[in-house]
């Protein structure tokens, strides 16, 4: 399985190194991807390195798009290049967000009829049902609510990847309970 998380200027930090870090452990290729041609930087100053730069990547070879929220949520709405990806990725293949970034989800009405969360003070009325946890999947969605929220987050895409059992050992391997 390969994953690409995208990454823009003002990303939670949290939200995207905990995914990249349990799902590379749980056996998953993860691929860095910025939108911006030069290095991001996440909300609290942290740059991650490597990256791809969005232009340059092969979104074809990746079986899920992970979407971590900070104020970058802000510019990837408006980004008709990653608005394309996220529908692609919704109908065809599997998207994750978390925090911020599943509203983006809500506003582009792919949340309609399906189970969800988000950062709680930025739920709309999305046309689905706003689930009051850590992390929600629904079909081929995951969705997290908060930084807080990124360990539920990065095991249950890991379990949408690759499966309970393998996670489970994942889990064990962290000492998670």
Known sequence: MRAVVLLDNGYEE???????????RGGVDVDVVRVQPEDVTGRFGIMYTPTIYMKNYDFDQADCLILPGGPQHLT????????????????TKKICAICASPTILGQEGLLKGRKYTCFTSLNEDFGGEYVDAYAVTDGNMVTGRSAAASIEFAFAVLELLCGKEHTDKVKASVYYQ
């Open 14 to 24: 949290l939200e995207a190194m905990g995914p990249i870090a349990l799902l590379r």
């Open 76 to 91: 990837l709405r408006t980004n008709p290049d990653v608005l394309k990806l996220i529908h692609v990725f919704a109908d």
